[in-house]
Structures are given as C-alpha cells and as structure tokens.
C-alpha cells in the first residue's frame, strides 16, 4: 500500500522556486515599507506551510507525474522544508495582512497551527475553498469594492496545474495594485495535454484549454499544417513550448503592463518543470523581479540538499 504522507512532498527543485519567493518578499516589503499602502500576501495554492523534501529525481513521466501528486514517499529520510506560507510569514519586514487559500481540510487544520505559532503577530486569514473563487468574490468583484489606492500585494500562484483561468488573470491585473509570481507548468502540465497530432485533441480539452489561456489563440502556437501527399495533417510544433510561452508572457504584459523573463526551473537531471514569470503594474516591481529570478540559486539548492544528505546518514 502506497504511504500517504502528512504533508506535501517536493523535489530538490522547490528550493529553488521558494528560494526566489522568499528573496522577493523580502525586497518588496523592504521597498514599501515607508510607504502609505497597506500590503497583503495571497497565497493561492497554500498547502500545509512546510513540505518533505524528496532528495531523489524522477527517473521518468511516470515517475514525475507520481512525486508531483506525492502518492509514495518510498524510504527515504524526511527532510521538512518550509512551504510558502512559512516563507512569507518569516518576510522582514512582515506584510500586514496574509491570505492563505487552501481546499484540503487536514492542510488548513496544519495551516490553523502555523497561525497560532504567530499568535497576534500575524494577521492570517485562511480561506477554505477554491482560488479563483475567492479571487472574484473578495478581491477582484469584492462588494463593498476595494479601496486599491490604499493597498499592494504580492500573489503567488504556484498550481500544479492549469488551475487558473485567465479570467482570474484579467481580473487580478485589473486592481493595478496586485502583482502576481506566477508558475507556468509548461513541463510538468501543459506538454502532457498536448498530444503530437492535433486530431486526438478532444473538444472537452480544448475548451479547458481555452478557458485557461484566455482564447484559442494557443492551437496555433502549438499545431501547424503539414501538407502530405494526399491528406493535410495538424501536428505538433517542434518548438511549440518556446512559442507558447512566449505568447502567454505577451498576454500578461498586455494584462499588467510589465513581466519579468521567465525562469525555467529544471529537475537535477535536467527535466524541464515549469517556468517562474512575474508580472505587474510598477516598474519598481519588474526590476526586484528582474534581479532574483535572474540570480543564481544553486548554491541555495545544494546546501539544503546537502543538509538532507547529513541527514540520512546519521
């Protein structure tokens, strides 16, 4: 029977992504911190605050596909790194207010936890449901409105898949005060979807696809005609993954006016995972973003590594 763990289990590649993370709360909240907005955390997709470190890498899809759920955590020693939620939370200086959404009720139970460790420190509010939800009813079609002259925030949308519907987007940019650190599963999501011949592409997907990147514009940045003796054929693009990503960092500059260069985050066997993108309405914030995802972090990644390494062998 495969072992069902308390919390959420990630590879080595975590610690690259919340590395990043953290490096950018502590510049934004530094660069606001005389200012007269309020600033607010949203984390979309909190989980429990801490997380098990895997220190092994996917052989293969399969494989990938089974760490990303984390259904088995084999044998291995369980290294317990801090989840977003404690990386915001540890930000100095602190934001004043952190929403932490989160669908799974023993993940909110642990969350309730961490916000009891911060006692009156912390304004943390957990919401119970789904993001997009709460998106639209307390943030972006919020009654009474929001008051966005008097608030900043920082949204991290870290799905594990295409979980965030460009509505969500669109709505999110349209406060002017929300930047978002986005994470765009092009490996571990999207190219799985995506079959070689656009023939077996369902209508259900298509539409799911459509509803995700905001128009169908996306079928042609991935399929193209080949015209074949006696029949024409749609398949897959050799650089559809370049083409793709490209067009969506188009459509978030269009939405929010700046975006950073992506940051491909890789397996340590070099696998291709997802890429970072931030995205916002100040160019202050595009610059911050500009530096930490532009920064190496593989000194970050190896100490932890390392640390996970000392572990097993005692």
Known sequence: MLEQPDRPVVGPWAVEKLGCLADYLRAYTTALKHQRFGCVYIDAFAGAGSAYLRSDEPDDDD????????????????????????????????????????????????????????????????????????FKEKVISARPPIDWDAWRGVVFLDPYGMHVPWRTMEGLARTKALEVIVNFPLGMAIHRVLPKNAEQLQIRRCTKNDIYFGDCGWFDQVYRVDQELFERRMVKRKDAGDRLLEWYVGRLRSAFGHVSEPREVRSSSGKPLYHLIWAGPHRLGLKIAAHVLGKDNSARRQLTLDSAARRRQT
């Open 63 to 134: 494989d990938l596909q089974r760490i990303f759920l984390a259904e088995d955590f084999g044998e291995q020693e369980r290294l317990v790194l801090d989840g977003s939620p404690q990386v915001a939370l540890k930000t100095d200086p602190p934001f004043d207010v952190y929403v932490f959404i989160e669908q799974d009720p023993e993940r909110r139970r642990q969350l309730e936890e961490l916000k009891a460790q911060y006692g009156t420190g912390r304004d943390v509010r957990i919401y119970p449901g789904n993001c997009n939800d709460y």
